[in-house]
């Protein structure tokens, strides 16, 4: 019995109602223009005004269900009355047409609901109002829905008080009825399809795309600068009483690093917050010689050797190149602290190679930062094999370190 009667003490089932009687509201103006329809067919045979009337009405509501603001309206519609969790529509090139024919689904279904609970609703108020309000007025024979009923006063017109309330409890189980129809139905006509929801698959693929890719940014950047600049600290510590202007240098060269990382650290988190940032450094090869400058200031001895026109790379090669160079230095800082560095760079014309060297103190070589929780070497590894190319890294010859990348120029994006 009680869960019988149960969805009458619930709140959804009343904002069911405030649903349903809303799909009332939303089909008056088509039930306008299928009136007026009707008005100006007075005259035609009664098959012809009916199809008239439901011509009408089909189409104002065809017309309604293609109307992107009207999906979006009915979206936040049902989630507010019905608790759901529907995503926000979202554009579909070229396959707008199942979206439309589900919104008009939808329209259908939800306008007819309305309007069959709103006349339930109004025969169960209307039946309990008047038998018990002429049993409480002293009884009377009354007329009811064409049947003539006769309301006796005093005990023996009582039937009328639980009829009363079986017809206004009948009106809520309606409601609830109506509510779990139209929450059962919306994530099926105004949820996601299938089109749509791989232009989602797609948007959180690219967003996935651009978290790791801020995500290698904000390591070699910050990284990076963190290394040199306690290599630096240490050189320039070594060197104030013995040469201040060789510490200045290395504070110098400090002050210079951080101030670029914290460029990179503000456009990543720019992205972050907006999904845009106020700037957009975009280091390049044309970048290269004042990080190394900054590098020899630690005492690291750099020597660098190139090859073939490096002005003219493409813009994606000279960016990830730029970053290779930049987190092999600081792996040679981090593992080899002033240890010579060898730095080849070679553009030829289908491929631009990097080869990097430096000598391990005691001829042992560093654990692999792929190994042992870093990510270093495993975002070279990706940004390499994004554009196609070849990357290793590990102990080379004579117990030094060696790492080699091997970029395909025309078939970078």
């Given at each position: 019995m009680w869960t019988l009667i149960s969805p009458t003490y619930r709140a959804d089932t009343y904002r069911g109602w405030t649903l349903a009687m809303a799909g009332v509201m939303v089909s008056l103006p088509a039930v306008a223009v299928a009136l007026a329809v009707g008005l100006v067919s007075g005259g035609w045979p009664p098959a012809v005004r009916w199809g008239g009337l439901f011509v009408a009405l089909a189409g104002t509501t065809a017309v309604a269900g293609a109307l992107p603001a009207v999906r979006r309206w009915n979206i936040r519609l049902a989630n507010r009355a019905l608790r759901t969790r529907l995503p926000a529509p979202l554009p579909v090139p070229g396959r707008?047409?199942?979206?439309?024919?589900?919104?008009?689904?939808?329209?259908?279904?939800?306008?007819?609901?309305?309007?069959?609970?709103?006349?339930?609703?109004?025969?169960?108020?209307?039946t309990a109002v008047a038998l018990g309000g002429v049993w409480i007025g002293g009884g009377d024979d009354i007329t009811f829905f064409t049947l003539p009923v006769h309301i006796a006063a005093g005990p023996a017109g009582a039937w009328t008080v639980p009829v009363s309330a079986a017809a206004l409890l009948s009106g809520a189980l309606l409601?609830?009825?109506?509510?779990?129809?139209?929450?059962?139905?919306?994530?099926?006509?105004?949820?996601?399809?299938?089109?749509?929801?791989?232009?989602?698959?797609?948007?959180?693929?690219?967003?996935?795309?651009?978290?790791?890719?801020?995500?290698?940014?904000?390591?070699?950047?910050?990284?990076?600068?963190?290394?040199?600049s306690t290599v630096q600290a240490a050189v320039a510590g070594e060197l104030m009483e013995t040469d201040p202007a060789a510490a200045r240098r290395a504070l110098a060269a400090i002050e210079e690093s951080c101030r670029s990382a914290l460029d990179d650290l503000d456009h990543v988190l720019g992205v972050l917050r907006e999904g845009r940032a106020a700037t957009t450094p975009e280091h390049t090869l044309a970048d290269l010689a004042p990080l190394l400058e900054r590098l020899r200031h630690t005492g690291t001895d750099i020597d660098v050797r190139t090859g073939g026109d490096l002005t003219h790379l493409p813009a994606t090669v000279s960016?990830?190149?730029?970053?290779?160079?930049?987190?092999?230095?600081?792996?040679?800082?981090?593992?080899?602290?002033?240890?010579?560095?060898?730095?080849?760079?070679?553009?030829?014309?289908?491929?631009?190679?990097?080869d990097m060297a430096n000598a391990l103190p005691d001829h042992r070589p560093p654990r692999s930062p792929a190994r042992h929780g870093g990510r270093g070497l495993v975002g070279l590894d990706e940004r390499v094999r994004l554009l196609r190319g070849e990357f290793t890294a590990g102990p080379g010859g004579e117990g030094g370190w060696h790492l080699s990348a091997r970029i395909p120029l025309r078939a970078a994006p």
């Open positions: 707008a047409w199942p979206v439309r024919a589900r919104t008009v689904a939808w329209l259908t279904l939800h306008q007819a609901t309305g309007w069959l609970l709103l006349t339930t609703t109004v025969l169960c108020v209307t409601s609830a009825l109506a509510t779990a129809l139209l929450r059962a139905t919306a994530p099926v006509l105004l949820g996601h399809g299938p089109d749509e929801r791989f232009t989602a698959l797609e948007t959180q693929v690219r967003e996935l795309e651009q978290r790791n890719r801020l995500a290698r940014e904000l390591h070699d950047s910050v990284g990076h600068t963190l290394t040199a960016r990830e190149a730029y970053r290779i160079v930049q987190e092999g230095m600081t792996n040679a800082l981090r593992h080899a602290p002033r240890a010579p560095v060898t730095l080849r760079l070679t553009a030829g014309s289908d491929w631009l190679a990097i």
